[in-house]
């Protein structure tokens, strides 16, 4: 009897720890992410997701004298076209005088994919092509006349 105890007690504790909860289980949380190639040059920046009304959403990226703005009636995966304002993008001199605005040129197709939406974390990623084309300063050689974002991702979680 004294030769099963030992080996009966250390197939309890194995099996106890292999039960035990861990974090090595749960997937790791998705940081917020924005980013693109702009004008070919690497461009990432914070992101973040707002509501506008009741079925409109922003897909925001700042950084600090930039911003990104593509705004869609989300209905959940999918591709959305995006014309005129629904995307522009801009940039400031101290966060608040605008020097320069960009808005969809609408001769040149530009989408945002919804590839994955998780309702349960409210986790939604995707994909983004842009052609914005300058509004303001106009005309002004200091800005290019488009702005091209290519290979554009992003990771955010929506409003609660």
């Known amino acids: 009897m004294k030769k099963l105890t030992l080996p009966a007690l250390i197939i309890l504790c194995l099996f106890t720890a292999a039960c035990s909860k861990r974090n090595c289980c749960v997937p ?10 702009k004008n070919s040059v690497k461009w990432t920046a ?11 959403l922003l897909i925001v990226g700042s950084q600090t ?9 989300f209905t959940g995966k999918g591709t959305y076209t995006l014309q005129n304002t629904q995307a522009f993008y ?4 101290g966060g608040d005088v605008f020097t320069s605005r960009y808005n969809v040129d609408n001769t040149a197709a530009s989408t945002l ?6 309702e349960a974390t409210k986790l939604v990623s995707g994909t983004y ?3 914005l084309k300058k509004e303001y300063p106009n005309p002004s050689s200091a800005y290019p006349e488009t702005v091209k974002f290519a290979n554009g ?8």
């Open 65 to 73: 004298e930039e911003r990104l703005i593509m705004r869609l009636k």
């Open 129 to 131: 092509s842009l052609t």
């Open 90 to 93: 801009f940039t400031t001199i």
């Open 28 to 37: 790791p949380v998705i940081a917020p992410y924005i980013g693109a190639d």
């Open 153 to 160: 991702m992003f990771h955010v979680y929506l409003p609660k």
């Open 113 to 118: 994919t919804v590839t994955n939406y998780d």
């Open 46 to 56: 914070e992101a973040t997701a707002e509501k506008q009304g009741t079925d409109t």
